[in-house]
């Protein structure tokens, strides 16, 4: 069994947003039941429950580990249940939380050279001393074994790919029009296994296009994560929220002949549930349509505490 738990399901910016005053972001604030508040994406991964490794850390990460009883410390006065940290990209709402994770407990970082890259490049990541944070480098279509900081073997498997996507906001090349100077390792999806137990969880939270290796990773899925920022490619433009399409931000959208619903439809997946929903997603609202119509698709939308155990 791989035990899985959500730590986050929203996009960057969470639910509701700071600086938001939409109907839906209004609701999320009252407290109203059927829009529940998310936190930046982010899930856990387990073999035993008592070792995680945390796919991507968000800017929540602190909040929370808090409010996550799994990853409490429960060994001598400083310790923690976390052992590693995933990264499938660069942005901010993937590594920021890192900061929260500066106080001299030893874990893992496992990344591709493009984003350890991008940690090298903004000095503030000095803060985690290597003699307390190691790396491990991951390269697409390479099978890991995820170890924790002790180099013990969790049992659990990794195996990163490449996923059409974007450099992170922060890191765009404006002169380069066309791809922002987007390359390989800027965007992976994740592919967990448990060394002799059936289960296989798939992870793409950034995705801009379905093609052919990314449907062959979904197809047989036990558990499928995938990118849920926006229902519609021109939301935020539409709403008055924002002037850039789902596409310019490096995200398929859910909807549509051409949104990752229709693109995956045909294959044999156990669970599909979509987490990084943006808060101008109407598919975060419980009792909205678009909710309704990708229930019927076959669809969940994750929630921030959601456990799944896969086998
Ligand atoms: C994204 O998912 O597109 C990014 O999180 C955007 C951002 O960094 O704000
Ligand atoms: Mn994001």
């Given at each position: 069994m791989i035990r899985v738990l959500v730590l986050g399901a929203g996009?960057?910016?969470?639910?509701?947003?700071?600086n938001s005053n939409s109907e839906a972001c209004r609701r999320a604030r009252s407290g109203d039941p059927r829009a529940l508040p998310a936190t930046q994406a982010s899930v856990g991964v387990s073999a035993d429950g008592d070792r995680w490794f945390l796919i991507n850390a968000a800017p929540d990460l602190r909040e929370q580990i808090n409010r996550?009883?799994?990853?409490?410390p429960t060994e001598g006065l400083r310790s923690s249940p976390i052992a590693g940290i995933i990264l499938t990209n660069g942005d901010v709402d993937a590594?920021?939380?890192?900061?929260?994770?500066?106080?001299?407990t030893p874990f893992k970082i496992y990344a591709h050279p493009r984003i350890f890259g991008v940690l090298d490049a903004?000095?503030?990541?000095?803060?985690?001393a290597p003699d307390m944070v190691t790396r491990e480098t991951l390269s697409t279509g390479a099978t890991t074994a995820l170890r924790g900081p002790d180099g013990a073997d969790s049992g659990l498997r990794l195996t990163p790919f490449a996923v059409p996507g974007k450099v992170a906001l922060y890191m765009e090349?404006?002169?380069?029009?066309?791809?922002?100077?987007t390359q390989e390792g800027d965007t992976i999806g994740l592919e967990i296994t448990r060394e002799g137990a059936p289960g296989r969880v798939v992870f793409i939270a950034n995705c801009a296009a379905v093609d052919a290796a990314v449907r062959s990773r979904c197809a047989g899925a036990d558990l499928l994560f995938f990118d849920?920022?926006?229902?519609?490619?021109d939301e935020m433009v539409t709403r008055g929220e924002?002037?850039?399409?789902g596409q310019r931000m490096g995200h398929l959208s859910m909807?549509?002949?051409?949104g990752s619903m229709a693109a995956l439809a045909d294959l044999d997946i156990g669970r599909r549930v979509f987490i990084?929903?943006?808060?101008?997603?109407?598919?975060?609202?419980?009792?909205?349509p678009e909710r309704a119509e990708l229930e019927a698709a076959g669809w969940q939308v994750a929630e921030d505490g959601m456990e799944i155990a896969v086998s």
């Open positions: 996009a960057g910016g969470g639910f509701p947003q700071w996550q009883p799994q990853l409490h590594v920021a939380g890192l900061l929260h994770l500066r106080e001299r903004n000095p503030i990541f000095k803060v985690l090349d404006a002169s380069r029009s066309g791809n922002f100077g849920g920022t926006l229902w519609r490619n924002g002037v850039k399409t909807a549509g002949p051409d990084h929903i943006n808060n101008t997603n109407p598919a975060l609202l419980s009792d909205s």
